[in-house]
């Protein structure tokens, strides 16, 4: 025989339960449910990665609410000091500002409340995920909405680059730091 399975691994704690159920309140914008999960003690830290609900792994609440234009929800969690809008997910890589990039068709203000939180620097805001791909590049290649320019206005104008001006610099520094004679 093959052995005995483990089935401690296949086992759903409640505490992994209250954090898919709280990515998913978060992503759906159910704000009562939100707080109620916070407000019991069930989600102990509002940076907690979870599951979204297509099963994908290693979300934040604020992830998804951005995502998903959640507005009440960002707002809410914002207001806790320790949220951190630099977070990455475990899939792609993406954090808060690479999903309201990505989605965002109503309105500037969820975008304009993560680059203003005292956690989002130009770091945050020009962070390339797993395939290099900035914030910025989120908006230029897969935002839809109307806003689609006004988001890349506003975030060049707190510094975003795209992966091609990324590497760009990259390249002018090596050759300066190199004292190339090619530039």
């Known amino acids: 025989l093959l052995g005995k399975a483990n089935t401690d691994s296949y086992k759903i704690t409640e505490r992994k339960a209250s954090l898919m159920g709280f990515v ?3 992503e759906n914008g159910n704000l009562a449910v939100v707080q109620n999960y916070i407000n019991s003690g069930k989600v102990k830290d509002v ?15 604020l992830m998804m609410a951005a995502r998903y234009e959640r507005l009440d929800v960002v707002k809410y969690l914002l207001s806790f000091p320790q949220i951190d809008v ?11 500002l690479h999903c ?23 770091r945050d805001i020009n962070k390339t995920d ?18 689609k320019n006004e988001i890349i206005d506003l975030m060049r104008k707190r510094g975003a680059k795209s992966q091609s001006e990324l590497e760009e610099g ?11 004679n090619y530039i």
């Open 100 to 122: 309201a990039c990505y989605n965002n068709k109503h309105s500037l203000e969820l975008l304009k409340l993560l680059l203003d939180h005292s956690t989002c620097n130009e």
């Open 47 to 61: 940076n907690m990665k979870g599951v979204r609900s297509n099963g994908w792994k290693g979300y934040t609440g």
């Open 170 to 180: 990259a390249t002018l520094q090596y050759f300066k730091t190199h004292n190339s």
């Open 24 to 26: 998913i309140a978060c």
């Open 130 to 147: 797993n395939v290099g791909r900035t914030p910025l590049d989120k908006a230029q290649y897969n935002n839809k909405g109307e806003l």
């Open 86 to 96: 630099s977070l990455t997910d475990d899939t792609v890589g993406w954090n808060a």
